[in-house]
């Protein structure tokens, strides 16, 4: 089973900052990435799909870049509403589709 | 609207069953791959289950292969997983989603539109 590890655990930010966030694959997953965003209480959104394209809906300030096993989520400039926890999951080896740990984005 | 509702959680004994429910809205659910991802208390998430529109491909985790089993029923737009001999680390939020489809394709691995979940606690 394909492992992803995300880094850093918790990202300490302010609004208007940017923020970058890794995901490492335990063995290549090509372009096969997602990201989405959870808040407390709320389900998963999906952010970005096969490694950087943004899901529908999706405002620009969400970029995901990557191949293989290293994979960045940047928010170019955090909006109070992006503080949150941040997961990736891949799919190459459908199923399982395999979640990170997560991140969680926080204000400063 | 486009909308997903999950009913059937509880609290259930270790050993016990429950049958969990997605009602679907706003949308033509037959024509969409659904599944099953549950989230531990303060924890992750970890896909549990996925059935394709018409029932033809089903999978399961590793962690519920055996125990749980995945149904829909298109004429009630409605999406199931009947849970047998629920142990502690089950205990979990349970979401049903839907596969992504953009407006090209349809991803069966990307979970778009989600419920709200509904808590499902295993415990003596």
């Known amino acids: 089973e394909i492992v992803l590890t995300q880094s850093p655990a918790t990202l300490s930010l302010s609004p208007g900052e940017r923020a970058t966030l890794s995901c490492r694959a335990s063995?290549?997953?090509?372009?096969?990435l997602a990201w989405y965003q959870q808040k407390p209480g709320q389900a998963p959104r999906l952010l970005i799909y096969?490694?950087?394209n943004r899901a529908t809906g999706i405002p620009a300030r969400f970029s995901g870049s990557g191949s293989g096993t290293d994979f960045t989520l940047t928010i170019s400039s955090l909006e109070p509403e992006d503080f949150a926890v941040y997961y990736c999951?891949?799919?190459?080896?459908?199923?399982?589709?395999?979640f990170g740990g997560g991140t969680k984005v926080e204000i400063k | 609207e486009v909308q997903l509702v999950e009913s059937g959680g509880g609290l259930v004994k270790p050993g016990g069953s429950l049958r969990l429910s997605c009602a679907a809205s706003?949308?033509?659910?037959?024509?969409?791959?659904m599944h099953w991802v549950r989230q531990a208390p303060g924890k992750g998430l970890e896909w549990v289950s996925s059935?394709?529109?018409?029932?033809?491909?089903?999978y399961y985790a590793d962690s519920v292969k055996g125990r749980f089993t995945i149904s829909r029923d298109n004429t009630n737009n409605s999406l199931y997983l009947q849970m047998n001999s629920l142990r502690a680390e089950d205990t979990a939020v349970y979401y049903c989603?839907?596969?992504?489809?953009?407006?090209?394709?349809?991803?069966?691995?990307?979970?778009?539109?989600w419920g709200q979940g509904t808590l499902v606690t295993v415990s003596s």
């Open positions: 989603a839907r596969e992504y489809c953009s407006s090209t394709s349809c991803y069966t691995w990307w979970f778009d539109t």
């Open positions: 706003g949308f033509t659910f037959s024509s969409y791959d």
């Open positions: 059935i394709s529109s018409s029932s033809s491909y089903i």
């Open positions: 063995q290549s997953v090509t372009i096969y």
């Open positions: 096969d490694a950087s």
């Open positions: 999951q891949q799919r190459s080896n459908w199923p399982p589709g395999t």
